[in-house]
């Protein structure tokens, strides 16, 4: 587990490993307000995409987590919270 934040970068960085982008998308972009669905990431990248995470950070991403992270702004918030309350814990 690791003792950072987790970035913008890291969640780009975890998105084309697991997912992959699709053509034309600019992952460089403003892109933290836009949802998964407009950059075309369906429910699977995004599962593929919260087991790399569990794994790469050390923490466990339910379901709801996932699908209630409409966002990649939002996704940040939940990782960056449960990384706190790990390190709390």
């Known amino acids: ?4 934040r987790f970035t913008f970068d890291d969640l780009k960085h975890i998105l ?3 997912a992959g982008a699709e053509e034309g998308l600019d992952l460089d972009e403003d892109i ?3 949802t998964f669905e407009d950059l075309g990431y369906e429910s699977l990248a995004l599962l593929e995409t919260g087991g790399c995470i569990e794994r790469e950070y050390g923490i466990a991403l339910d379901d709801e ?3 209630d992270s409409l ?6 918030s939940t990782v960056n919270e ?3 309350a ?3 814990a």
């Open 16 to 18: 084309l490993k697991a």
């Open 32 to 34: 933290l307000d836009t």
């Open 1 to 4: 587990m690791t003792d950072s």
């Open 86 to 88: 790990g390190r709390a």
């Open 82 to 84: 449960l990384l706190a």
């Open 71 to 76: 966002t990649p702004r939002e996704l940040i």
């Open 65 to 67: 987590a996932l699908t």
